[in-house]
């Protein structure tokens, strides 16, 4: 396997495993964890800025609603099912007739719309084994899975608001340049051509109006409507499909869901699917190959070492370490036995891109000298970095405007 193979990456930085009691399934180490809350936090302030509401629905489901909205017939052959006493029960393969029941427990007004939920979803999949792929292909996922409730009339606007949504956090996580397909009303499907025409006319000028250069995929849309797919291109040429934008007609209908118009009739709303990175297992993976696991700081596992020259060092390191700790950073110690070289090797092997050195004249002076992934700082007084760290390694949502350093 290649050196660069999320796996290879994964087992190398000590990331995540899998094993054969559990196919397709991740067992996350507390370094690989760090990632996936470092992403899940970011998406989650992302997505309360953006109106969105996080809320957290069942994995297990009787059986019958997932007959209801049609998954059961469509995607059956992929779920986990079995019985509890006399009760047939799925385990869900996606969130969107859970965000449906929601919706439902009240009686919605035409002004209660848009309504936006999102979701961590932990989803499974019956794979097939011959299949899974690391975190590429898993049968246990997290999917930032997201719904908006609305009208007809609001579809273009919040389907441009998502696009921004998109460009933005795609730029954070350093993909300026990502490919859109647009796919199409495919040969089996529900809804009228009316219906479609319409839906396919309201999402080309949304994505029109983003800014979006699409290239159509005829007949690849899903069955109850159109969708966006937003496809981010590696360092390896590799291309992964991340985010979608989907118009659904027919779920909302489906399951029941209608709110009250002006003239106090009753509507339908309008569904739309939405996920930004898809599953946080395998957008992970692209992040992982994409660096070569030496992630933008504000990402990696630990973000400074701080390491001992020699033995008397030891108590200013630990105490240097607290109070990175305590200002929000991830941090590590080294105040073993080796030399400092060796603590650089280990720092870089372990992908870590600051190091910390407190050796015999800072730990006098009460200083430490930085050494970043391409270059090295003069040793200045921990007050004076402290600032500067904790700027340099937050996440882009976070960052304060005043010009700083710039990230290492
Ligand atoms: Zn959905």
Redesign the pocket.
Known sequence: MDDNDHRVLGNRLDLFHQQEEGPGMVFWHPRGFAIYHAIEDYIRRRMHSAGFREIRTPQLLGRSLWEQSGHWEKFGAAMFSFSDADRAMALKP???PC?VQVFNRRLRSHRDLPLRYAEFGACHRDEPSGSLQGLMRTRAFVQD???VFCRDDQVEYEVGRFCAVLRQVYADFGFEQFDVAFSTRPAVRAGSDALWDRAEAMLARAARAAGLDCVVQPGEGAFYGPKLEFILPDRGGRRWQCGTI?L?FV?PDRLGAVFVTEDSGRATPV?I???VLGSLERFIALLLEHYRGDLPLWLAPEQVVVASVGPAQQDPVVAVAAQLEQAGLRVAVDTGPDTLSRKIVRARDQAIPIMAVVGAREAHDGTVALRFRDRLDPARSLAEVLPMLQRLASPPDQRSAVAGDAPP
């Open positions: 996606m969130s969107c965000h899975d997201a719904h989907q659904d779920l569904m699917h939405h996920a």
